[in-house]
């Protein structure tokens, strides 16, 4: 058995490397073009705005009102006025000790979303995920007065 020599190897680029980086990420993304998803983990089933007390007609409306939001961007959202940022510093009393007994205190901002005229869906957002915590039938968490009265 011959043996050649060694040759030393010799790499084969085609082409020239740059040697100038391109960023493949430029920032954070922008949530307003972003579509939510929906997070039930923190979901308040015990308290006055119970998730756990649900009719059969409520799961169906809810149901059909997240699946419809879910294909929106938020922009979208905002423009059909279903979705609203509310500070908890302007939330009822009753919704303020709720979250303190929660242990969700630290939260300035709850996320409504418009259901029914008097019903709203309360989440709240980090990026794009809402993880949902009130199911607010009567528009008690955060009351305004009726207009033009």
Known sequence: ???????????????????????????????????????F????????YS??????????????KLRSYEKMNVAKLREANSFHP????????EAKSRLQLLQLDDIDMLYSFHITSACRLWCMKHSNILSILWWDTEHKVYPVGKRHT
């Open 1 to 39: 058995m011959l043996h050649k020599p060694n040759k030393p190897k010799k790499p084969i680029i085609p082409g020239q490397i740059s040697t100038h980086k391109v960023p493949r990420y430029l920032g954070i993304p922008n949530i307003e073009e972003g579509h939510l998803a929906w997070r």
């Open 51 to 64: 998730c756990g007390a649900f009719s059969y007609a409520d799961f169906q409306l809810l149901w059909d």
């Open 41 to 48: 983990s923190n979901a308040d089933i015990t308290g006055p």
């Open 86 to 93: 509310m500070a908890v510093v302007n939330a009822s009393r």
